[in-house]
């Protein structure tokens, strides 16, 4: 199937990327600088912390080896999902009550910095309030009630729970038992986004580098300095954001998550009216499987469908023929509809599935592993370490005192092991156990 190009260099053939608001090229790196600060990637992580260090007068840096937004944040699923890939409850479980109380105080905050800075920046990412949580099953719904009743102890309100006659103001199908809206949530074009801050860090004084991979970090000077292939920074701090991106520079770091690619597509623009009568709120979705599909809106009428993954980063050679029959169980009625774009990208898991931040020095710290959450998280942790760097490392330390695993196997069986487990709960939904 061919599709239309996104006419964007550098970046995947995505809707996205046909529909940036800034298609701009920055420089590539060249000669020697100086910063305060020097960020590795230009993504949701390092252009937030780029974003919160700018606004407190710190000179900064961003290097970026393709463009910005050019990974998982240009081209997810545009959806602001609160929290984080294990529930709280889990969380207690295993960090005890008391960090899960400091991880829940943040879990709201990722979605809230991106409303304040769309509306401080003027940033035009097609921003709409309102996410649906869809069940399959009556075990689902009851899973869901309990994580609402769960959330509602650390203080989230905008949850309501959704019966099966009420599917349909939100989407139209027969496939679900109930679900669950979040008025908290919402979805974005999340490449405007990036990009709209990434303006906005500029505006502020800061600099980005494109084209610009670093090749070494060195730290045993005074300052660490930073080498890409045409010049080098030399910085007070270092910030490493590089996420599923990073590999192969500092495998301390990077071998530490895996790679996933998710599929998105998106059809071609449909009537106004058949498009209002899938998704009437125009709420941004999610089913409640272990391998999940998501879908919404976009701002010129198409419909935006994800789902399938491939541990390691590898994707199949048909992205459509993953992502279509889901989209046509959901909904029959688009039989006939053309797929205008279809792309992937990868992510960063880790094997516990939360966040992982650190320091690799006193002047070099890390954050990545947003493990599928990582419109919102990203946009907090990018602000922690921007706090910590700041002197204020008290949030930033919760985090970097979770402990983080590497996977059983090491990278040869890290990508196998976790396929088998993935399977084993695909199954499960399937069987709706």
């Given at each position: 199937?061919?599709?239309?190009?996104?006419?964007?260099?550098?970046?995947?053939?995505?809707?996205?990327?046909?529909?940036?608001?800034?298609?701009?090229?920055?420089?590539?790196?060249?000669?020697?600088?100086?910063?305060?600060?020097?960020?590795?990637?230009?993504?949701?992580t390092g252009i937030s912390a780029a974003l919160?260090?700018?606004?407190?007068?710190?000179?900064?840096?961003?290097?970026?080896?393709?463009r910005i937004g050019f990974g998982a944040s240009?081209?997810?699923?545009?959806?602001?999902?609160?929290?984080?890939?294990?529930?709280?409850?889990?969380?207690?479980?295993?960090?005890?009550?008391?960090?899960?109380?400091?991880?829940?105080?943040?879990?709201?905050?990722?979605?809230?910095?991106?409303?304040?800075?769309?509306?401080?920046?003027?940033?035009?990412?097609?921003?709409?309030?309102?996410?649906?949580?869809?069940?399959?099953?009556?075990?689902?719904?009851?899973?869901?009630?309990?994580?609402?009743?769960?959330?509602?102890?650390?203080?989230?309100?905008?949850?309501?729970?959704?019966?099966?006659?009420?599917?349909?103001?939100?989407?139209?199908?027969?496939?679900?038992?109930?679900?669950?809206?979040?008025?908290?949530?919402?979805?974005?074009?999340?490449?405007?986004?990036?990009?709209?801050?990434?303006?906005?860090?500029?505006?502020?004084?800061?600099?980005?580098?494109?084209?610009?991979?670093?090749?070494?970090?060195?730290?045993?000077?005074?300052?660490?300095?930073?080498?890409?292939?045409?010049?080098?920074?030399?910085?007070?701090?270092?910030?490493?954001?590089?996420?599923?991106?990073?590999?192969?520079?500092?495998?301390?770091?990077?071998?530490?998550?895996?790679?996933?690619?998710?599929?998105?597509?998106?059809?071609?623009?449909?009537?106004?009216?058949?498009?209002?009568?899938?998704?009437?709120?125009?709420?941004?979705?999610?089913?409640?499987?272990?391998?999940?599909?998501?879908?919404?809106?976009?701002?010129?009428?198409?419909?935006?469908?994800?789902?399938?993954?491939?541990?390691?980063?590898?994707?199949?050679?048909?992205?459509?023929?993953?992502?279509?029959?889901?989209?046509?169980?959901?909904?029959?009625?688009?039989?006939?509809?053309?797929?205008?774009?279809?792309?992937?990208?990868?992510?960063?898991?880790?094997?516990?599935?939360?966040?992982?931040?650190?320091?690799?020095?006193?002047?070099?710290?890390?954050?990545?592993?947003?493990?599928?959450?990582?419109?919102?998280?990203?946009?907090?942790?990018?602000?922690?370490?921007?706090?910590?760097?700041?002197?204020?490392?008290?949030?930033?330390?919760?985090?970097?005192?979770?402990?983080?695993?590497?996977?059983p196997g090491g990278r040869a069986l890290r990508?196998?092991?976790?396929?088998?487990?993935?399977?084993?709960?695909?199954?499960?939904?399937?069987?709706?156990?």
């Amino acid at each position: 199937m061919a599709f239309k190009p996104a006419d964007n260099p550098r970046h995947a053939n995505s809707w996205y990327a046909a529909s940036a608001s800034d298609k701009r090229v920055r420089p590539v790196l060249e000669g020697e600088i100086r910063a305060d600060i020097c960020i590795i990637g230009a993504g949701f992580t390092g252009i937030s912390a780029a974003l919160e260090l700018s606004e407190r007068g710190y000179s900064v840096v961003v290097l970026e080896a393709e463009r910005i937004g050019f990974g998982a944040s240009g081209r997810n699923g545009g959806q602001i999902v609160n929290g984080y890939s294990r529930d709280l409850e889990t969380i207690a479980g295993r960090y005890g009550r008391e960090r899960a109380v400091k991880l829940a105080e943040m879990s709201l905050e990722g979605g809230e910095i991106i409303r304040q800075r769309v509306a401080r920046y003027a940033i035009d990412c097609d921003l709409v309030p309102g996410g649906f949580f869809a069940a399959f099953t009556e075990k689902q719904v009851r899973e869901m009630a309990r994580s609402k009743a769960e959330w509602e102890t650390y203080g989230h309100g905008g949850l309501e729970m959704v019966s099966k006659a009420e599917v349909g103001r939100y989407v139209d199908s027969d496939r679900y038992e109930g679900g669950m809206i979040d008025r908290l949530g919402g979805h974005i074009h999340p490449l405007n986004l990036v990009l709209g801050e990434a303006a906005a860090v500029e505006n502020l004084g800061g600099r980005i580098f494109e084209g610009s991979r670093v090749t070494a970090l060195e730290t045993d000077g005074e300052r660490p300095l930073v080498r890409t292939g045409g010049g080098s920074v030399s910085a007070d701090y270092v910030l490493v954001c590089g996420n599923a991106y990073l590999a192969p520079l500092l495998p301390e770091v990077s071998g530490r998550m895996m790679p996933v690619s998710s599929q998105v597509m998106a059809t071609e623009p449909l009537d106004a009216k058949i498009i209002e009568s899938l998704l009437p709120a125009n709420y941004c979705v999610e089913d409640a499987n272990y391998i999940l599909d998501y879908y919404r809106r976009t701002a010129d009428n198409r419909l935006l469908y994800g789902g399938g993954i491939g541990y390691g980063g590898h994707d199949p050679k048909d992205l459509t023929a993953v992502i279509r029959p889901n989209m046509l169980k959901t909904f029959p009625q688009l039989k006939d509809v053309r797929i205008d774009y279809a792309w992937s990208g990868n992510f960063a898991l880790t094997l516990t599935r939360i966040p992982h931040m650190g320091r690799l020095s006193n002047r070099v710290y890390f954050s990545h592993g947003d493990s599928g959450h990582g419109v919102t998280t990203t946009h907090l942790l990018g602000k922690i370490l921007g706090e910590a760097v700041a002197g204020h490392a008290e949030r930033f330390d919760v985090w970097a005192s979770l402990p983080n695993l590497p996977f059983p196997g090491g990278r040869a069986l890290r990508v196998p092991l976790t396929a088998v487990g993935a399977w084993w709960y695909g199954l499960r939904d399937r069987l709706g156990l």
